[in-house]
Structure formats: structure tokens, C-alpha cells
């Protein structure tokens, strides 16, 4: 599996997870406060910061239907459609801005795309990536539209069938497009851990041979660290100043000391998962001497057999291998082997 480099930072298995601060509608209506979001990510370590490029009408139609009312379990029930994405939207005339804001503090600005009018704006920006996100993830034309940039994409799973995740995969490569990053995600707002899955992380890199990530609405770090530790090298997480004043994604978004603890732990867990090695590292050499090996436990006569009564095998490691034991035993000594004494080969006959 090749990396993959958005703005130049190179993404794969072997890399440090790539991690994406996303600010969504937390930025509240106020362009200094998202700035403010993206300060923080930073700060925190995020590699890069993702807005979401839409209006309510490249999502939905204002309609006061019962289809268009929110229902069920969700943080929006009893909200219409229409006027939640009027409220979470980011102003499309702060993109150019944000993009500016993003270079100046030193991190890599993405969006998500929702409509071909969207990425003609952030083609016209030099967008380095782009995002589909899980309720677009079965927009084929979409995808498509998306692949012809030639720019990177990540998609998000959530909600997806297996057979949709490989259409996608196949519409993006039918189109020209070279560069793609599947995320594991559950699309619940919060997400339960227990419905995580995150087992599905390296079945979706065997199967699609793909750099895979996840994409994270739970409310803590653990399921992150937990992905890295199996594969993902993507990781993406709401991310907020404050929860006050509320915004339409704040109550599942990370405030920065839970953001920075995500991004610590994702990249210790990539440390400790290193790579496919048997036997001692460097460092373990010096605890070689604390194994067992055998030694005699008694004053042993020269020409005296040597007996599981004066030979054992005990911690250090300086003698022979315990597993030499059964050779050991009945051979005599050929000169006198104190107790405490390392056995080797040619004290014995």
C-alpha cells in the first residue's frame, strides 16, 4: 500500500496517524471563533483542520413536510431540516478567508463537499483534499465529481453496506481518481463505544488494500487510540473551544484538552504498534542477564556427575540454556565448579 500525501505530509500505515480537527458548526456564526478553533487543533498537534462546504439548499429543500422533521433518537429531533443546515452552515464567503488563517497558523485547511459547486470553489482555492462525508457516501455522481480533481479524498463508511463502500471505491476509481482514504465511522450523534466496531478497521484495509481511518463521535479519546493501535492511519474528531455558547455540533466535540489527550494518545498507540519483530530490542538486551540459565547450586568435585542436586536452573543468565538441562545431567565435572558457578561446556566432560 502506497501514502498518500496531503500538503505534503505523508499518509499510511507506517506514518503517524494523520490527525483532522473537524469544525463543522462549531464555529457558531462567528468567523473569529472558528478561527479560534483552528488555533487550538493546532496547537493540540491536528496535522489539519476540515470545514464543510454547504448551503441548506445543496443538502435539502425548505419543506415543512414530516420527512423533513428530525425524529427519533438524535441530538436535532424535532428540528426541520432546512433550518438546522441554514443554522450549522459555514458562510461561503469565509472559505477564502479560513484558507489564509490556516497557512498563516501552519495547518493544512480541507473541506468536505457537498455539491460540484462547492468544489469548483475550493478547486479555485487549491483545496489540497477533499471529504465525502457517510450521507454523501452513496452520491456516486458526487464521488465521481470529487475524483476528477485528481486531488486526494477520504470517504467516510458510516451507514454504508460493504457493496456500497465498494461501489464508491469503484466509482472514485473509474473516474481518475488515484488517491483515496476510507474512514470507519459509526454516524451516530454521539456515537456509542459499543457500537464502534473497530474490528471492521483491518478487514477494510485487507480487503480494499486502502489507507483506512476513523472518523470519531464518540465523547472521549479512547476509541481513537483504540483504531490506531489496529490499523487506522486517519484520524478525525469534532473539536471546540467551549460548549457554551452551544452550537449545533458542541455537545459531541472534543473541548482542546480532551483534543490534545486524543491526538497524545493516537500517536503513542502508532508507537507501541511498530512493526512485525521477534526476539529482543535494544534495550531489552541489558534485561537478557535476568533470564534463567543453569548454574550450580552446591560445590561440585572434579569428576562428581552433576545432578538436578547441584545443578538447577535459576535467574541470572549467564550459563547455559535451561533446555540443555537433560544433556547436562550425568556428565562429570572436570575440575571443581563452585556453587553459584555459570555452567558451560567445558567444565564438564
Not at 19 to 35: K, L, M, T
Request: hydrophobic share 40%; net charge neutral; glycine share 8%.
Amino acid at each position: 500500500m502506497k501514502d498518500i500525501a496531503i500538503n505534503g505530509r505523508p499518509i499510511g500505515p507506517n506514518q503517524p496517524p494523520y490527525v483532522i480537527g473537524e469544525i463543522s458548526a462549531n464555529h457558531g456564526g462567528d468567523f473569529e471563533r472558528a478561527v479560534k478553533i483552528m488555533e487550538l487543533a493546532a496547537k493540540a498537534g491536528a496535522d489539519a483542520v476540515k470545514l464543510q462546504l454547504y448551503t441548506a439548499d445543496s443538502l435539502t429543500i425548505d419543506s415543512q413536510r414530516e420527512d423533513f422533521q428530525i425524529k427519533g433518537e438524535s441530538l436535532w429531533r424535532g428540528e426541520n431540516l432546512y433550518k438546522l443546515y441554514q443554522r450549522a452552515a459555514t458562510p461561503r464567503d469565509w472559505f477564502p478567508k479560513l484558507f489564509d488563517a490556516g497557512r498563516k497558523i501552519g495547518v493544512t485547511v480541507f473541506s468536505s463537499i457537498f455539491d460540484e459547486a462547492g468544489i469548483e470553489q475550493l478547486e479555485r482555492l487549491n483545496a489540497p483534499a477533499y471529504k465525502i462525508a457517510s450521507f454523501e457516501a452513496i452520491d456516486l455522481e458526487l464521488i465521481a465529481a470529487c475524483a476528477r480533481t485528481k486531488k486526494p479524498c477520504i470517504i467516510s463508511t458510516g451507514l454504508c453496506t460493504l457493496d456500497e463502500i465498494q461501489q464508491a471505491v469503484t466509482t472514485f476509481r473509474d473516474a481518475g481518481g488515484a488517491d483515496l482514504i476510507l474512514l470507519r465511522c459509526n454516524s451516530a450523534y454521539p456515537a456509542r463505544p459499543e457500537e464502534a466496531n473497530l474490528a471492521s478497521i483491518p478487514d477494510m484495509i485487507r480487503r480494499f488494500d486502502l489507507p483506512v481511518g476513523y472518523s470519531d463521535h464518540t465523547l472521549d479519546a479512547f476509541q481513537s487510540v483504540a483504531a490506531v493501535a489496529l490499523g487506522a492511519c486517519v484520524i478525525e474528531k469534532h473539536v471546540i473551544d467551549s460548549r457554551t455558547p452551544a452550537t449545533a455540533d458542541s455537545a459531541f466535540s472534543s473541548l482542546p484538552d480532551d483534543f490534545r489527550q486524543l491526538v497524545d494518545g493516537c500517536r503513542a498507540a502508532h508507537a507501541a504498534r511498530g512493526h512485525v519483530e521477534y526476539g529482543p530490542t535494544a534495550k531489552e538486551q541489558n534485561s537478557l542477564v535476568f533470564r534463567r540459565s543453569l548454574y550450580a547450586c552446591r560445590d561440585i568435585s572434579a569428576g562428581a556427575a552433576l545432578t538436578r542436586d547441584n545443578v538447577r536452573s535459576i535467574r541470572p543468565g549467564g550459563g547455559l540454556a535451561p533446555k540443555h538441562l537433560p544433556a547436562v545431567l550425568g556428565r562429570k565435572a572436570k575440575q571443581n565448579i563452585a556453587a553459584g558457578e555459570p555452567l558451560s561446556w567445558d567444565l564438564m566432560e
